[in-house]
């Protein structure tokens, strides 16, 4: 799944210090996952990682920390409001607490789950859209691991 996968490459570029695609990829594909040159390349540009300096005289890519830091944050917010998640064919219904339901649909369009094309909210109910059934089961498996993060 992509949302793993670039979780997989934050992990490897806060652990590693890597220089080039090659790198990433090989170390990808040593932790299972089997992709492309352009595929990383894509993933690169979607995380906004940037190189820096290694202090090395050479570059290594990172992940902004700031960006770190919003994604802990939306993730505080998103569980401090969730109550329970089940899917309605294309559509995944989360309960929230009274009042909390726009906080934490703000908090999931920040952490951009590609199966979600949109989030409506009311007071502690939020609808979000899917393509497909098979989608909005793939984003309550991607919602349901993030909350056993922080």
Request: hydrophobic share 40%; with cysteine; charged share 25%.
């Amino acid at each position: 799944m992509k949302a793993n996968r670039q979780d997989k490459i934050i992990e490897i570029i806060q652990q590693n210090d890597i220089e080039t695609q090659e790198e990433l990829a090989h170390l990808l594909a040593a932790a299972g996952f089997h992709v492309t040159q352009a595929t990383i390349s894509r993933d690169i540009r979607a995380l906004h990682l940037e190189k820096i300096p290694d202090g090395k005289g050479g570059s290594k890519y990172s992940y902004p920390q700031e960006k770190e830091a919003d994604r802990e944050k939306y993730l505080r917010i998103f569980k401090d409001g969730y109550s329970n998640i089940l899917q309605a064919g294309n559509i995944v219904v989360i309960k929230t607490v009274s009042g909390m339901a726009m906080a934490v649909a703000a908090a999931l369009d920040h952490m951009m789950i590609p199966e979600i094309v949109g989030c409506i909210a009311g007071d502690d109910t939020i609808m979000c859209a899917s393509k497909s059934d098979d989608d909005a089961k793939k984003a309550i498996e991607q919602i349901t691991k993030l909350l056993t993060e922080l």
